[in-house]
């Protein structure tokens, strides 16, 4: 069986006056049926635009120069604009960051709900609107009825964030994206919305890329995890084996830096330095110049080694030994 | 840059980098703008040089010959002079009236703005300064001022006052006043927070002193921008209420004038007497306007990076 | 929203009063009323009998009472020239301008949303810049200059559109109109498309920046993601984020549209208040000049008061944070 999303050295490049940005730079990944990738790193490591890569809504100046994206087979690098957008909201749906900004202020939740209803298949408005009811109600929207009449600024940001869930999930897509959708949400919504989520995942056979910076919300969401950093993969694999054992530095010390109850009293570690301008990015590891463990070997672009099973860095010097915990 | 130095700009050797010189370099970088600064020049000195260069002194009523009425653009009149742009009804050449138009026109133009940005900048100032109530009474009349039309405004001044370039003039003050003055107050207050007025007030400077040796130079950019385009709104509405016949009187026409004396004789097809001036106002109008709007791109530090 | 619509009714009403006093001073204090209310041909002992009767020997205060009470009463003078009430002349030629200004509204949404939202999707084409260089010049451009060339050009040398009047009316609702004749239609295009030179400029521009700037936000991507179609993104979801704030400063706009319409009628010989007033200037028909000022400050006064009632009712957020 064809996984639901394949993506093969995937390249997005940004093409301003200042000069190229390559914001994805050879990025591979697969999503299976059902499972959960996790997608981290820093702002502006290249997920986000990855996510957009996928559904194919990549702003001008940047564009997809490179790569394969086959969702269930099919490329979508290749694909035509319209092919695209019966996809999107369809098959691949997506969520995004900052609730209180992706609903429309001027248009009623029913608005917004029935359109993407009616995006994509003929029916008529009461059966969209039956549709748009029954899903707020499935993501936890009480009296969803009354909540269809209102304007998004009637809401709460987790209950926006509710409403985008839940037009993400209405036409039980193969795919959903989701960028950070906890990030600007209070830490017992970001709970409740991640279990409502793994929920309906389950529930719907629905594969998730789950991009965020935050290990602590990928240790109890997603099955695999990949660790993106200056546009490039730098290590990918199982999660438990990835925040268990990390091989490449600078998932040791992403995981170094996340305050967790067992360290109490410890210091946090944290990873010096700035991530490095995407414009002037010097040869080889991109990571070299805030790794304590680089050395002339750096100076050359490595590749993403298989270094466990199922395991792979981007390192010459992984951290194959024990981590002192 | 190649236009830079075709321009002949003082920018040859820019050694030190004084704030005047970029100002300088950083305008003759728009040819848009250098073309309009240039086109603008040449009308000024046509105003100024008026009874030097035009062939006819349209004022004199002794030179007119009413015979010569209404010719044709090049031709010849019975003085024997060639009326590149025609006549009016008077006999009186077009080309000189425009040029002499054209004094009249700026005059009433410039020294309404200025005059306006003399009242409206130390009014500004002031309420920047005090603060208050004073800010708050001013600030009320700017707004009340601002919020009706500028033609509404001047209507019912004219209709006061009578016509005459001084009513004109006093008209185009009151309605433009406060564009200077929000826009010095804007600015002010910015700058009144500032350390170093904190520093003249410890050092007991007068108030005069503070207000316009230390307070007022740091709001020259945006009034020098807000200026040129009042200027050109000044002469547009002048021109208009001029046109209205509600403006200067007629012994000493201006473009407006012209432009309405020759309105009768356009619907029979004597375009002349209306274009030519019309033309004028025109090219006037759009010139200030280039030379204003790159001023602002130029002076306005928040678009600078 | 009560609380907020009677403070914002009280400062409407102030600043009548305030307008008021400025008409009343104008006409009682600089120039000289006996000239200015009295005809000019009343002999001496008509002018003694008239100053009595217009109470011009009270004292300035109670001469602003006076005013008042008969502004109130809708007594705003008779006219020298048409020895008729100086209200009924204008309240006779309202429609007409009426007409002007809100055909030159319609004119500048029907030419300068599309414009705009061309110049706004397509930033860097030909096209584009062409629209943003055209739209300085109606800024820039006076109106009276463009009116005349348009009598040149569509007029005189074409002969396509009449040049002056209001050409043949037909009656709706007891008023003469001429958009519901062809003849009137064909009058009434080119003083409208004059008077609505400014804000079809205003209108491209303000389009303009709405567009790109709603193209940025969230809610546009997240509809695209939705799967909506382009027409769909733009026409409903930027759109209708767009139409408030342009609607409103149209809206705005109709109290100088009016205003400016002084010119255009005088170009066009249109005859509506505009030209009225204008004439009634150049014959010092004051109470008329009196009566204009006042009727058309109030009308300012209510457009603005509406326009902010309509803006809190059009857009929920306003509407909200009113309420709370």
């Keep these: 069986m064809t996984a639901t999303l394949e993506v093969r050295d995937l390249r997005t490049h940004f093409f301003t006056r200042a000069g190229i940005v390559k914001a994805v730079d050879g990025v591979s990944f697969t999503v299976e049926r059902g499972k959960v990738l996790g997608l981290v790193g820093e702002s502006g490591s290249g997920k986000s635009v990855t996510g957009f890569s996928i559904i194919g809504l990549v702003d001008p100046p940047g564009r997809v120069t490179g790569g394969q994206i086959l969702f269930k087979g099919r490329d979508l690098a290749s694909a035509s604009e319209e092919e695209m957008r019966r996809l999107r909201g369809n098959r691949i749906a997506m969520i995004f960051q900052d609730p209180m900004m992706t609903l429309n202020p001027v248009l009623r939740v029913d608005t917004q709900m029935i359109e993407t209803v009616q995006a994509h298949q003929k029916v008529d408005r009461e059966t969209a609107r039956q549709r748009a009811r029954d899903t707020l109600g499935m993501v936890g929207i009480p009296s969803p009825d009354e909540r269809l009449k209102s304007y998004p600024h009637q809401f709460s940001g987790g209950m926006r964030q509710r409403v985008a869930i839940a037009i993400a999930l209405l036409h039980k897509p193969d795919l959903i994206i989701a960028d950070e959708p ?29 991009i965020t910076h935050d290990l602590s919300v990928v240790a109890g969401l997603a099955d695999d995890v990949a660790v993106m950093y200056a546009g490039r993969v730098v290590e990918d694999g199982p999660v438990s084996q990835v925040l268990d054992a990390p091989l490449h530095p600078y998932t040791v010390g992403l995981i170094g830096s996340v305050p967790s109850r067992n360290k109490r009293g410890e210091k946090l570690r944290q990873i010096p330095g700035m991530t490095p301008s995407l414009l002037s990015l010097p040869p080889g590891c991109a990571f070299q110049s805030r790794c304590a463990r680089a050395d002339a070997a750096c100076r050359q672009d490595p590749d993403l080694f298989a270094l466990r099973e199922g395991q792979r860095a981007r390192c010459f010097h992984p951290h194959l030994e024990a981590i002192p915990a | 840059m190649s236009d830079v130095t075709a321009s002949g700009a003082p920018v040859a050797e820019p050694k030190v980098e004084t704030p005047f010189r970029r100002f300088v370099s950083e305008f003759f970088a728009s040819k848009t703008a250098t073309l309009g600064l240039v086109v603008f020049t040449i009308i000024a000195l046509l105003a100024i040089l008026a009874p030097w260069i035009a062939p006819q002194n349209p004022y004199d009523l002794a030179q007119l010959d009413i015979m010569d009425g209404r010719l044709e653009p090049g031709a010849v009149g019975g003085s024997g002079i060639t009326h590149w742009l025609g006549t009016d009804d008077q006999g009186r050449d077009m080309l000189s009236g425009i040029i002499y138009g054209l004094r009249i026109s700026l005059l009433v133009g410039a020294g309404s703005a200025l005059i306006a940005c003399l009242v409206g900048a130390s009014l500004g100032l002031l309420a920047a300064y005090a603060g208050g109530r004073t800010d708050s009474v001013i600030m009320r009349v700017v707004d009340l001022q601002l919020s009706f039309p500028t033609i509404l405004a001047a209507l019912m001044i004219l209709a006061f006052l009578g016509k005459g370039i001084l009513n004109v003039v006093i008209a185009l003050v009151i309605v433009e006043w406060a564009y200077y003055a929000r826009t010095v107050r804007g600015s002010a207050l910015v700058e009144r927070n500032k350390e170093y007025i904190e ?26 921008v807000v200026g040129t385009m009042q200027v050109a709104r000044a002469i547009a509405l002048e021109a208009t209420l001029s046109f209205l016949g509600l403006g200067v009187p ?56 | 929203m009560t609380v907020y619509l009677l403070r914002r009714i009280l400062q409407s009403f102030m600043v009548l009063v305030a307008m ?75 429609p007409a301008t009426l007409e002007l200004a809100f055909g030159s509204m319609f004119l500048s949404i ?56 209001r050409g043949e009316t037909a009656t709706l609702f007891g008023l003469q109109w001429s958009f519901l004749t062809a003849n009137g239609l064909a009058h009434i295009l080119m003083p409208a498309f004059n008077l609505a030179l400014f804000k079809i400029s205003l209108v491209i521009r303000l389009t303009r920046a709405g567009v790109r ?21 733009i026409f409903v979801h930027v759109f209708k984020n767009i139409l408030i704030p342009v609607v409103t400063v149209v809206g705005l706009e109709l109290g100088s549209t009016i205003a400016f319409s002084v010119v255009t009628e005088s170009v066009f010989a249109w005859p509506g208040m505009g030209k009225l ?42 509407r909200l944070e009113a309420k709370a």
């Excluded at chain 3, 010049?137 to 009047?165: D, E, H, K, R």
Aim: hydrophobic share 50%; aromatic share 8%.
């Design chain 2, 250 to 305: 007629i012994t000493e026409p201006s473009l407006g004038l012209l432009i309405a004396n020759g309105f009768e004789y356009m619907l029979s097809g004597k375009y002349w007497i209306s274009f030519y001036p019309g033309i004028a106002l025109l090219v006037t109008i759009v010139s200030i306007n280039l030379v204003g709007d790159h001023l602002r791109d130029v002076l306005n530090p928040r678009l600078k990076k």
């Design chain 3, 277 to 318: 007033i204008i004439d009634s200037i150049n014959v010092l028909d004051r109470p008329v000049i009196v009566a204009y000022l006042m009727i058309i400050v109030l009308m300012f006064i209510v457009i603005n008061l509406v326009v902010d009632i309509l803006y809190s009712v059009l857009d929920p957020r306003v």
């Design chain 3, 110 to 165: 029907l030419i300068g949303l599309p414009l705009g939202l061309y110049a706004g999707l397509k930033p860097d084409s030909v096209a584009s810049k062409t629209i943003m260089a055209g739209s300085i010049l109606g800024f820039s451009l006076p109106t009276f200059w463009v009116g005349l060339m348009l009598i040149m050009v569509f007029a005189v040398q074409l002969g396509w559109l009449p040049s002056t009047g």
């Design chain 1, 182 to 210: 906890t990030t600007a949400l209070d830490v017992t919504i970001q709970g409740q919305i991640l279990a409502e989520v793994q929920k309906l995942a389950a529930q719907t056979g629905t594969s998730l890329i789950w």
């Design chain 3, 213 to 233: 700037e709603t193209m940025l936000m969230d809610y546009v991507k997240f509809a695209r993601a939705k799967g909506l179609s382009q027409n769909r993104v």
């Design chain 3, 20 to 94: 008021s006093i400025i008409v009343f001073v104008g006409v009682y204090a600089v120039g000289d009323p006996v000239e200015i209310l009295i005809s000019p041909d009343a002999d001496q002992l008509e002018r003694e009998r008239a100053i009595r009767a217009l109470g011009l020997d009270l004292p300035l205060w109670e001469q602003y009472l006076v005013f008042v009470q008969r502004a109130l009463q809708g007594d705003l003078g008779r006219s020298f020239v048409f020895n008729e009430p100086a209200l009924q002349i204008i309240l006779q030629r309202m």
């Design chain 2, 199 to 224: 520093a003249a007030r410890c050092l007991a400077l007068p108030t005069r002193r503070i207000l316009f040796g230390h307070l007022f130079p740091n709001c020259l950019p945006p009034l020098i």
